[in-house]
Structure formats: structure tokens, C-alpha cells
């Protein structure tokens, strides 16, 4: 099977479009610096330190790491602090800007940024470790970006996403025959291309768990539709297999339910 085929064929929409934010890097700098202009201040994902133990279980003190596509820094700062130097790069000039004005008040000033997309950047640099974490949404090419991550690095390759499963009340509704938007690209996807182009990973599962507490009822059932294709669906039947996952006290409503991380690593090969 041509794997990486596959990859290309999963960024394709329902309509047979590629979304405009996958291929349009002015929409996607737009989204982002909406995203940034919200942010108040520098706050990790709470999953974010428990990944960040087995990522630290590969690491050396002496490391010059480059990280590709830090987003709000879920990593970057804690790397920061566990290595000689880090060296970030992303496509959005609006999430430079955002951890540009977060160095001082972490502390860290070991830190380089580049604004680019490391897949078309030029550069002969090489690096003790490339790490990457759910940064690989709007690489088409995707066999070409592992590729240029292993020629990149000179001790180690580390690519890292979250995966499923998805939220249980979306498999039941599938189940159920309903159509679901359920997530077309994971980390088997990395892990068979990487096998296409002759590379063999390792691969670290951690388990996660996703707790989201919402103020009303209404909110509760907003957001957990959003993924359900069909328009015309039976709202309280959807609301039934929603609420059986749900805690509710004094009106707040709790979801909770059980995800992975995935951390796909390799020696750098030729």
C-alpha cells in the first residue's frame, strides 16, 4: 500500500476539497492570531506534563533540539529547561510573537525562534534531537517532512501526536449509523510512511485522560454535535448517548473520558 498516498488522500474533505486552512497560509495565520488575541496568558494543556515525562525520558542535558511548530509552547518551554539549547520554528508569525514575549517570564533564554515552515525551509543546520508534537496537520508532503526531520537530526527523531479514541458518545452514534467526521489521520499513518521509506520506529503510548466541565446544559450539547455529519438528526437520541457519559453537580456538567498520546522516535538513518 503507498502509504503516503494515503496521508494525501486523508486532508481531502467530505467534498473532495482540501480545507482552506491546510493549503492557504494566510487563513491559517489569520486563525492564529485570532487564537493568540484571546490568550491571556502562557497556560500548557493540562495532558501536556504527563507526555512531557516519557518525552523527557529521551533526552540529554546537552542537546541542541529543534522543535517544529510549537504552537502555545505545550513543550517548548519545559525542553527549554531540560536542554543546552532549543531552537523552534513555525509558520505563524503570531505564535513567534506569542513565545517571543513569554522568554523572560520563563526563564528561558536558550531559546531560538525561526518564522517558517520547516518543510520548505532551506537550511543545512543539524541538530542533536527534531522533535515535533501534532504539528503535521498541514504537511501534505508528508514523506518528504520525515524525511527532512531524519536528515535533520543527528541523534534522534521524535515524532509526537495525540490519538484516540474518539469521545465515546461519537463511536456509539456511529455505531448507531449515524455519520461522524471521525478523525482521518493518526500516528500509524507516521509510523507505516516512515516503514514505506525504510525506517523502522519505535513508538510510546501514553494514556491520557480528557476532563471538560461545562457551566450549563446547553453549552454540554453544543459542543459535543459538532462532529455529527447528518443535519437532520434526532436531537434527543443524541442527547440520551451524550448524558451517559456525562457527571452532572450543581449544575456543572463533566465529561471525562480516556485518550493517548503517541511519541514515534527513531535513530536518524541514511
Not at 15 to 20: A, E, L, S, V
Not at 71 to 85: E, L, P, R, S
Not at 156 to 181: C, D, F
Amino acid at each position: 500500500m503507498d502509504y503516503i498516498q494515503l496521508w494525501k488522500d486523508s486532508m481531502v474533505d467530505r467534498n473532495g476539497n482540501i480545507p482552506k486552512r491546510l493549503k492557504d497560509d494566510e487563513t491559517e495565520e489569520a486563525f492564529w492570531a485570532s487564537m493568540v488575541e484571546k490568550k491571556q496568558r502562557f497556560e500548557e494543556d493540562p495532558y501536556a506534563r504527563i507526555v512531557q515525562k516519557e518525552l523527557f525520558s529521551l533526552l540529554n542535558d546537552d542537546d541542541h533540539v529543534l522543535e517544529i511548530g510549537p504552537g502555545w509552547g505545550n513543550y517548548t518551554f519545559a525542553i527549554a529547561n531540560k536542554v543546552q539549547k532549543l531552537t523552534c520554528i513555525d509558520s505563524s508569525k503570531s505564535i513567534i510573537q506569542f513565545l517571543d514575549s513569554r522568554i523572560s517570564s520563563q526563564h528561558a533564554d536558550n531559546i531560538e525562534l525561526v518564522h517558517g515552515k520547516f518543510e520548505s525551509e532551506h537550511t543545512q543546520n543539524k541538530y542533536d534531537v527534531v522533535f515535533g508534537f501534532n504539528c503535521y496537520y498541514r504537511m501534505y508532503d508528508i514523506g518528504q517532512a520525515l524525511l527532512k526531520m531524519n536528515e535533520s537530526a543527528n541523534r534522534l527523531v521524535i515524532a509526537g501526536m495525540t490519538t484516540g479514541p474518539e469521545k465515546p458518545h461519537y463511536m456509539e452514534l456511529y455505531r448507531m449509523g449515524y455519520s461522524i467526521n471521525l478523525k482521518q489521520r493518526d500516528y500509524i499513518h507516521i509510523l507505516n510512511v516512515l516503514y514505506q521509506l525504510g525506517i523502522l520506529a519505535d513508538c510510546k503510548i501514553v494514556q491520557l485522560q480528557s476532563r471538560k466541565t461545562y457551566s450549563s446544559y446547553e453549552k454540554l450539547i453544543k459542543d459535543n454535535v459538532t462532529k455529527i455529519l447528518d443535519k437532520d438528526y434526532n436531537l434527543q437520541e443524541v442527547e440520551k448517548v451524550i448524558t451517559k457519559y456525562v457527571s452532572e453537580q450543581d449544575g456543572v456538567y463533566e465529561y471525562a473520558y480516556p485518550f493517548h498520546a503517541a511519541l514515534v522516535y527513531w535513530t536518524p538513518v541514511s
